[in-house]
């Protein structure tokens, strides 16, 4: 199959601003599609191992059911910080800063208005790629700078997402990006009969309010051994601390591989349909969510999702980064530029 030309189609307005629905198609005849709104991957149709294709990606039907409601940040680009500040605190260069408090008593995902609620400029349209970015204003939800910030979606022949970032500051503050996929890869059902292998011999254990604890400790001996492949099943209802503060996987593991360097995070796979997902990164931790909280939230063709439908495998720095200094440091300088690349691979066998 040929290359199909990217296709971009006009999918309404923000506060003012035009969003588009940009559809990249590549040799393989698989279809990813992305908005400008939030940078949302809105669905991934990839072919199993009879050829049929499926959706394997969570999302709506339109801007205005993202509009609506985004509480599940279904596969948003979450910042100017992703996952959780220990009630809203941190301290740059021996400033205070008080975040929004919008996860029971903490900060979570970019605040009120993160990215993820914002239309991104588009910068660069390929056959198999596009580039957004924006530019964060000093004080946007009380963070210290003003962050110039582009992510790169590419769509390869190889049946690979590349997500590729970059970011500069002009003043010492924090940022930790990711992309919030969820991953079904039937397309149907719950994730719970998906087999699942990390690789991460360590986790950050939280506490009651999903803070980490500043621990880091051995996955051996809990349910968060997937050093092997297990079925994300076997143990998420465990009667253990962990599952049991978390409603299954909701936590940081650490992934095993020299910090800022480009590793394996992990694989996925879904017997029934043969597809197969291999996931890198040059994040130092992954955070695994099973999607313990999706119950009710409305999907594509107007359905509500269930419970674990989905699962996430969010490449990042650990939550609470600022609060913790001995995780790796998320603090940017002036002059300094960070750069992530993450990918997740498709294949059927």
């Avoid at 790629?129 to 910030?149: H, L, Q």
């Avoid at 149907?188 to 360590?202: A, P, R, S």
Wanted: glycine share 10%; with cysteine; charged share 25%.
């Amino acid at each position: 199959m040929e290359t199909v030309a990217l296709k971009k189609e006009n999918w309404g307005t923000h506060e003012g601003q035009e969003v588009f629905l940009y559809t990249l198609t590549n040799a393989l005849g698989s279809e990813l599609q992305i908005t400008n709104y939030g940078g949302i991957m809105v669905s991934f149709k990839t072919a199993d191992r009879e050829g049929n294709f499926a959706d394997v990606l969570l999302g709506k039907d339109s801007l205005a059911d993202y509009l609506k409601d985004n509480g599940c940040y279904l596969s948003v680009i979450a910042g100017r910080y992703a996952n959780r500040i220990c009630k809203g605190q941190l301290s740059v260069e021996g400033k205070d800063y008080q975040l929004a408090i919008n996860n029971g008593e903490n900060f979570l995902h970019g605040g009120a208005k993160g990215f993820d609620q914002k239309v991104w400029d588009v910068t660069e349209e390929a056959d198999q790629s596009i580039t957004i970015s924006r530019v964060s204003p000093d004080g946007e939800e009380n963070f210290p700078g003003a962050v110039t910030v582009s992510v790169k979606f590419t769509l390869t022949n190889e049946n690979e997402i590349v997500l590729e970032y970059k970011a500069t500051t002009d003043k010492t503050t924090v940022i930790n990006f990711t992309s919030h996929p969820y991953f079904n890869l039937k397309g149907e059902g719950n994730i719970e009969d998906h087999e699942l292998t990390l690789n991460c011999k360590y986790f950050t254990p939280i506490d009651e309010t999903c803070i980490p604890t500043g621990e880091i400790i051995s996955v051996k001996g809990t349910p968060f051994d997937f050093t092997s492949p297990k079925l994300i099943g076997k143990e998420i209802d465990a009667d253990y601390e962990q599952n049991r503060i978390g409603v299954g996987y909701d936590h940081n593991l650490v992934i095993d591989k020299p910090l800022g360097e480009y590793g394996l995070i992990g694989e996925a796979y879904e017997p029934a349909s043969g597809r197969f997902l291999q996931a890198y990164t040059t994040e130092p931790g992954v955070q695994l969510y099973t999607g313990n909280w999706l119950e009710g939230d409305m999907g594509k063709n107007q359905t509500p999702h269930i419970k674990r439908q989905g699962f996430c495998m969010e490449a990042q720095h650990y939550p609470d980064s600022p609060n913790n200094p001995h995780f790796p440091s998320t603090e940017l300088k002036p002059g300094e530029t960070y750069t992530q690349k993450t990918v997740y691979k498709f294949s059927a066998k």
